[in-house]
């Protein structure tokens, strides 16, 4: 049973690893989507501002008006960009569930032969 036990403790320890590896991805890709989408904003602050110091000191222009209709649909964020990042940390937890299957069953094996060793070393000093 201790054999067993510590079998079974390794591979909890090893999901949770993954899960927390997992984890950490998830909250740097969002840090990055957020740094990402705070210096889109920070880009658009600064066209803005030129704009009106343009305007203020040379008129309206009417080409501008179409570059910032055109930056605007350009700056328009993907509406499926959570969807697509909870897509992505699925796959990422169905492929890493997966390799913990074929861990726990590459285990299974290994403990299952170490478990018939030991059954033929006890069977063969019995004979004797």
Do not use: N, T
């Not at 309206?60 to 209709?69: A, F, H, M, N, R």
């Not at 649909?73 to 499926?80: N, R």
């Not at 032969?113 to 063969?124: I, P, Y």
């Amino acid at each position: 049973m201790g054999l067993f036990k510590s079998i079974l403790d390794k591979v909890q320890g090893k999901k949770e690893e993954l899960e927390q590896k997992a984890a950490k991805k998830a909250a740097e890709k969002a840090a990055e989507i957020a740094l990402e989408k705070g210096s889109q904003a920070a880009k658009a602050a600064w066209k803005g501002a030129g704009r009106k110091l343009e305007e203020a000191l040379f008129g309206d222009v009417e080409e501008e008006k179409e570059e910032k209709e055109e930056a605007e649909e350009e700056e328009k964020p993907d509406p499926f960009a959570k969807l697509k990042a909870q897509e992505a940390a699925k796959k990422e937890r169905e492929r890493e569930e997966k390799q913990r299957a074929k861990e726990r069953a590459a285990a299974e094996v290994k403990r299952e032969k170490e478990v018939d060793a030991e059954l033929a070393a006890l069977k063969k000093k019995m004979g004797k």
